[in-house]
């Protein structure tokens, strides 16, 4: 299997949320025998067609999790959007365990028989923010989402989504601190058009919550202030290597591996 034919697999055509699904941990994966822990879902026990999930788990996790959901009916939708050299030792953000669970995830997905119009699970990586600001010599590849990044509260509302539930976390008690701030933008415009925001903290009970208004919000300078702090590359996506600055020409060794 391709990595274009693992991403076909994951986004497939003719299907409603295929157009969020991002190709970037796409590009330079490499086919493994990886094996998948799906775990038991036990904060969810069957499909609700007005409800979107939002998997914000760390690494390999959100993966497994993602395709627990799948497997009683949920599209997942993976929405990681940063670069994966896997040869590379020094990534700011180590996300070889996802590209690895994706790859063989395309093995399983095809044997589940997905509806086309199946309620999304949104892939996120809770670790996407985590990492030294761009330290010279790593190879940055930490990333964020924007509002443009998911869909609309009117396009999920066009489409029937009246709820969207938040899988992260492993406390329930601190609800302020268990949604990123970058999510809290998304989340707090679905909460201003009336979609009904929910959390699993944990992954043993859903919990409703009110997501406080984030700093900056809908502010040009927040977008401005996020993007000048990541490490865009020329061809899509998060990443690129941090140079060492040197007296003479500005440059030497970037020190890979």
Sequence with gaps: ???????????????????????????????????????????????????????????????????????IGYRPVPLYNGVCMENYTNMTVDSRGISWALYAGAVMLPGLNLRGDAPPVFMLDSARMEGYLKNPGKY????????????????????????????????KKFFANQIQDDLSHILFRYQEAGVKIQAAFGGKEIDDITVPKPSQFKSLFYRFRTLLGLSRNAVGGFGAMIPFLSDSDGYRGYGIG
């Design 1 to 71: 299997m391709t990595n274009i034919e693992a991403y076909k697999i994951w986004a497939p055509d003719g299907v409603l949320w295929t157009e969020w699904a991002k190709p970037v941990l796409f590009a330079n994966m490499t086919p493994v025998n990886f094996p998948l822990e799906i775990p038991d879902i036990r904060w969810l026990d069957f499909l609700y067609n007005d409800t979107a999930i939002i998997v914000d788990l760390p690494g390999k996790k959100g993966v497994f999790e993602s395709l627990a959901l799948a497997k």
């Design 140 to 171: 940055d590849n930490r990333w964020c989402v924007f509002p443009q990044d998911m869909p609309s509260a009117s396009f999920l509302l066009k489409n029937k989504i009246t709820k969207v539930i938040v899988r992260t976390g492993p406390e």
